[in-house]
């Protein structure tokens, strides 16, 4: 380790000597009071799309509401270390939630909610939880072969679904947090003697990671480790301004988790929570954050519907002023980059460009006021980043996993590299292993997961190094680049290694593609199945005089859109080596959801259920 990066570790570690999550909260209601902490659309009519109107919660109330429910679950047996289950949206009684467990000494655990009925079995009976909190009438649905196989369970709170006749396990949300209220009035002292039990070194809460194989596994994190995230980050981060942020993400993976729990109750906020990710484009143009986060899918749709539009401009000198401001914006934003430096006459030019358009582009976006834009979970394609640095926004890639309290590298207004995730976080250690996978190595790292002693010890090495699973590479000046998953890499039949989100990044260039899945382990050559975007393809669809109402299964077999998907295959190819390149592919006539399973509740491709759910297309590919 470095003498550097021993110090600075030494200052934060000095800084968050002692802290737990409950510690750093109670500083932050008392710097907020009762200013904004929360806010949802519970209780607005969203069936005809984004509505305005929000119920929010104030900082003060918020920690009054997590003490009740702290009250409730000590009243309901839950034991220092028990885990609670947590199985909901974005909304403002999930964060109570959370809060309550975590001021009763318990273990929260938020859990996807498009896992599976056998899945949510498999998390229960392994993490075996005291409490179960859920939301809706499809959320019992799925947890009910869980509650019929585990015994662990004593309660279960419902806060919107009704419960089944004959089960006293079940409660309603508002009886619950009653109950607790009167337990606080009779235990308060008990409540607080609890809390101040808690040790930085005890875990705060245990993420099921969504698993793109197998079952998922439970990544244990510590009050220690979470806070060190959350000041390192922030370091780099540098906000100026109070952060408005918008959580859309589910809480149970560990980016959504720091940024809209964790991160806000450190240094306080105002969270708006969305509880569909669909709505996420008329919350962006009501909210305006200050700081935005999206995986890469998130900002690969919104360049697409932009693109769109641009496209369907008729007028040629409108056209031509919009792709000139543009490309002021791009070389703006390269030059801002570590290493290069800013002209006068090019500041100059980017702030005409800035006042007299872009500024106006990123305002009907909703991100005129947007200070830090990170990605994260995915690389990021190259051509999505320079896009948007086209707009003036630098995307700040970030790089970590569920096993390091999230981020271990990113971006930020003083370490920017485009096509890079950035430099190691203040006192965390990056390196390489002999075969290229990237080791983090810091006081991040987790405990592992929990029950798992040997895949525990996959994952971290004697020397105390964290094994990704990613492939990487580290320039001169440290920033680091992650080239595909190490499990992912497909070695041709020639012995040709080949990263296949390079190829699926070029091909998802094209706004008619949604997803798209590259494939040649042990073959000759590769080859690619796709999905349409089902909100451009239609579009597109229209542009080029195809009737209005044809379905996206249709629009997949028909000529003129198998022939702008053919250009984007032949556009991608350009761009590859010649082993790289596709040599076959087909279009296929469904969406990847995550219900649907090709994809992670992140969006992230499952590629074994993908490649046996297709096999006999992909087989035919090579027929």
């Not at 450190?266 to 008329?282: C, F, Q, R, S, T």
């Not at 995986?295 to 056209?319: N, Q």
């Not at 229209?542 to 198998?562: D, R």
Request: charged fraction near 20%.
């Amino acid at each position: 380790m470095s003498t550097d990066t021993l110090a600075v570790r030494a200052e934060i570690e000095t800084q968050i000597a002692g802290l737990t999550l409950p510690v750093a909260f109670a500083r932050t209601v008392d710097a907020e009071g009762d200013a904004p902490a929360y806010s949802d659309k519970v209780g607005v009519d969203l069936s005809g799309g984004y509505a305005p109107g929000w119920r929010t919660v104030g900082w003060s109330e918020l920690r009054e509401r997590a003490l009740d429910v702290a009250g409730a679950l000590m009243a309901a047996g839950v034991a220092r270390g028990d885990r609670v289950a947590l199985m909901a949206s974005n909304r403002i009684e999930h964060v109570v939630a959370d809060l309550g467990a975590v001021h009763a000494a318990a273990v929260s655990m938020s859990v996807y909610n498009t896992l599976s009925p056998e899945q949510v079995a498999y998390v229960a009976g392994h993490a075996e939880p005291t409490v179960v909190v859920l939301e809706s009438a499809d959320h019992l649905a799925r947890w009910e072969k869980a509650l019929t196989d585990a015994p662990s369970v004593r309660q279960v709170v419902l806060i919107d679904a009704e419960a089944p006749a004959g089960d006293d396990r079940f409660t309603t949300w508002d009886a619950f947090v009653a109950a607790g209220a009167a337990w606080r009035a009779e235990h308060g002292t008990e409540l607080d003697a609890r809390t101040a039990e808690i040790r930085p070194e005890d875990p705060l809460t245990i993420l099921y990671t969504s698993g793109t194989t197998g079952n998922p596994k439970g990544v244990v994190l510590t009050h220690h480790a979470v806070l060190y995230e959350c000041v390192c980050s922030l370091r780099v981060a540098a906000p100026t301004q109070h952060n408005e942020f918008i959580s859309y993400l589910p809480f149970a993976h560990i980016a959504e988790r720091t940024l809209g729990i964790y991160i806000p109750q450190v240094m306080g906020a105002h969270i708006h929570l969305i509880a569909d990710p669909a709505l996420l484009l008329g919350a962006l143009g009501e909210v305006h954050p200050t700081r935005f986060f999206g995986v890469p899918r998130v900002w690969e749709k919104i360049k697409t519907g932009i693109s769109a539009k641009l496209a369907a401009e008729t007028d040629p000198e409108k056209r031509a002023q919009v792709e000139g401001a543009l490309a002021i914006g791009l070389e703006y934003v390269e030059a801002l980059q570590s290493g290069h430096r800013v002209s006068p006459e090019l500041e100059a030019r980017y702030r005409a460009a800035d006042e007299g358009l872009l500024s106006f582009l990123r305002a009907l976006l909703g991100l005129d006021r947007c200070e830090w834009a990170a990605s994260a979970a995915a690389p990021m394609p190259l051509e999505v980043a320079r896009f948007f640095a086209g707009l003036g926004m630098r995307i700040y890639d970030v790089y970590g996993m569920t096993e390091t309290c999230a981020a271990v590298t990113s971006c930020g207004p003083d370490q920017f590299r485009l096509g890079t995730v950035g430099r190691a976080l203040p006192g965390i250690e990056i390196s390489l292993a002999e075969d290229g996978e990237i080791l983090a190595r810091g006081p991040v790292a987790s405990q592992g997961y929990y029950r798992q002693e040997a895949a525990t010890a996959e994952l971290i090495d004697a020397d105390g190094w964290v094994h990704t699973g990613d492939i990487g590479e580290i320039d001169e000046d440290g920033f680091l680049k992650v080239v595909d998953r190490k499990k992912e890499m497909i070695i041709t039949s020639s012995g040709k290694n080949i990263a296949p989100s390079n190829i699926e990044n070029h091909l998802k260039e094209s706004p008619i593609v949604g997803h798209a899945l590259v494939f040649g382990e042990g073959r000759p050559y590769v080859v690619a199945v796709l999905t349409l975007d089902a909100e451009i393809a239609p579009l597109v669809a229209a542009q080029l005089g195809i009737p209005a109402g044809t379905s996206l299964a249709e629009l997949a077999q028909h000529p003129a859109m198998l022939a702008v998907a053919q250009q984007a295959v032949d556009a991608a190819n350009e761009r590859l080596s010649r082993p790289e390149q596709v040599k076959a592919w087909e279009l296929l006539p469904v969406e990847w959801t995550a219900e649907s399973e090709e994809l992670t509740p992140t969006l992230k491709l499952k590629r074994r259920v993908v490649h046996a759910k297709y096999a006999d297309v992909l087989e035919r590919l090579y027929s």
